[in-house]
């Protein structure tokens, strides 16, 4: 088994500068026979090993007897151990995620924050050839596409698999010819999960019915398919930063003055270039875009993906729920959102009291002392704040106290075509400007009695509009502020 282990970390430069590697050590065959295997070959490798268990707290007794053999495991061997307790039940549920996702989430989470703590170089951890072929199994019946079945794979990113070559069976002789003891899951022999189903029943049929030899042939396969999604998602990389983060264009100047929410990730993709593309080149763009706003694209399926481009061909404001994440048509931009944040609570506030003289309001960009918060949006905290954009407005029109507030039926406003002046309804001046219905609720209005002042940033009105060449005695200049909740 060393040799194989030798061979495939070579084959795919796993530890090239070697120094420290974290070992995900569960006390179960696999990960206890990847700790052994890599102390014999840690001076050969250049590598420092270090040693993380996550006990996951899902059986109780078992779990405590988990972690206390692996304490003792690294304490004879020597090796430095980080342990960590993780509420799985309580994680699953505050995310809306299974059992298994909700583990697996926390584990690598655990392994990056020991890496990290150890100032380690990679993390190695003990999937076999027995877990890929079940892997791509599994992925081929949910319908995941290439990638999915490219399997499980050697290296990504500080993610180390020394053992994806080996199978089950050579990593029992390993240690049962070693004497080496480990830990045996009772819940791998029960057929409650999906992966133990393929594991007891559909693996040894496949072997004993169709080929012998078929956990091999399955990993020789993901290997050539792995080459053909790298060369594939290699070709569809200058789709994949189609404006990752920021609006779409709506055309007009002062749409690059709009807040956006720093703490959430939106993504968005341009229809037209997306649709041009061969199919194999789109589905792995949406993929991308679903990773970049989720963290992972692990449970996304062909079926999800299709979904995506169907969403592309269908009319304006139409919208699908995948996994954790939204996805919505708004004119010639798919909007990539997570379910969590769906929401964006915006506060604003106004920088000027129509007390004030014009002398005292006249410098743009300037918060002027004893600025009152706009009612309808509550007051400005100590958060976040941010400016939205100054306007300057004909003093000597404005006889009552300013609102912010956002659009209500009917409203309407005074604009400029040459000399014409026209009234034009605020819906349709939102169509016009292709501003996504999504975003059409947030949008403040800065108001006058019954008049809207200013859609902020985009237009103001023109009954009100002051020549930049007037005195500054006719000038009333507001800044808008913006402030954002998590």
Same mark, same amino acid.
């Given at each position: ?10 084959? /795919? +430069? @796993?530890?090239? $500068? ?6 995900? %050590?569960?006390? =179960? &065959?696999?990960?206890?026979? !990847? ?91 003990? /999937? +076999? @050839?027995?877990? $890929? ?6 992925? %081929?019946?949910? =319908? &995941?596409?290439?990638?999915? !079945? ?92 189609? +404006? ?243």
């Amino acid at each position: 088994m060393r040799e194989i282990v030798r061979s495939t970390i070579k084959k /795919h +430069n @796993m530890f090239p $500068n070697g120094g420290g590697v974290v070992i995900g %050590l569960s006390g =179960g &065959a696999d990960s206890v026979a !990847l700790l052994f295997c890599l102390l014999e070959l840690r001076e050969e490798l250049s590598i420092e090993i270090f040693a993380a268990h996550v006990n996951h707290n899902l059986r109780g007794v078992e779990s405590d007897n988990d972690e206390t053999f692996v304490r003792e495991l690294c304490e004879k061997t020597g090796i430095p151990l980080k342990v960590a307790q993780a509420d799985v039940n309580a994680f699953a549920k505050e995310n809306r995620i299974g059992t298994e996702a909700a583990a697996r989430k926390l584990r690598y989470t655990h392994l990056e924050e020991a890496r990290h703590e150890f100032s380690a170089q990679a993390i190695a951890v003990g /999937h +076999n @050839m027995d877990d $890929n072929a079940e892997t791509i199994i599994m992925n %081929l019946c949910r =319908g &995941a596409g290439l990638k999915g !079945l490219g399997g499980i794979p050697p290296v990504n990113q500080r993610v180390t698999r020394p053992l994806l070559e080996v199978s089950r069976a050579e990593i029992e002789e390993y240690l049962q010819t070693a004497g080496i003891s480990h830990i045996t899951d009772a819940s791998n022999h029960s057929n409650d999960y999906t992966r133990n189903r393929i594991r007891n029943i559909i693996m040894p049929l496949l072997e004993s019915e169709i080929n012998p030899n078929v956990k091999t042939t399955i990993t020789r396969n993901a290997e050539a398919l792995r080459d053909d999604e790298s060369f594939l998602t290699e070709a569809a990389q200058p789709l994949f930063a189609d +404006n990752p983060h920021s609006e779409p264009s709506i055309h007009h100047e002062a749409s690059s003055h709009f807040p956006r929410n720093n703490n959430e990730e939106i993504a968005y993709l341009n229809i037209t270039n997306l649709l041009v593309q061969p199919p194999a080149i789109s589905r792995r763009v949406i993929r991308a875009k679903i990773a970049q706003v989720r963290g992972d694209a692990n449970d996304i399926s062909l079926a999800h993906i299709s979904a995506v481009l169907d969403l592309a061909k269908t009319q304006t404001g139409r919208e699908i729920h995948l996994p954790d994440i939204i996805v919505t048509k708004e004119y010639e931009n798919l909007i990539f959102s997570p379910l969590s944040k769906r929401t964006r609570n915006i506060k604003y506030m106004l920088s000027t009291k129509i007390e004030n003289t014009p002398s005292q309001c006249k410098t743009p960009n300037e918060r002027v002392k004893g600025a009152r918060p706009l009612a309808g949006f509550g007051t400005a905290s100590q958060g976040f704040i941010l400016p939205l954009c100054t306007k300057s407005f004909n003093y000597d029109k404005i006889q009552e106290p300013l609102i912010l507030r956002t659009r209500q039926a009917g409203d309407k406003i005074t604009l400029k075509a040459g000399n014409r002046l026209f009234t034009k309804k605020l819906q349709d001046f939102f169509t016009d400007e292709k501003i996504a219905k999504s975003r059409r609720d947030s949008i403040p209005l800065l108001t006058h009695g019954n008049d809207i002042l200013w859609i902020v940033p985009y237009r103001a009105n023109a009954e009100y509009e002051v020549c930049d060449e007037e005195s500054d005695e006719k000038k009333l200049w507001v800044s808008v502020w913006s402030e954002y909740d998590d």
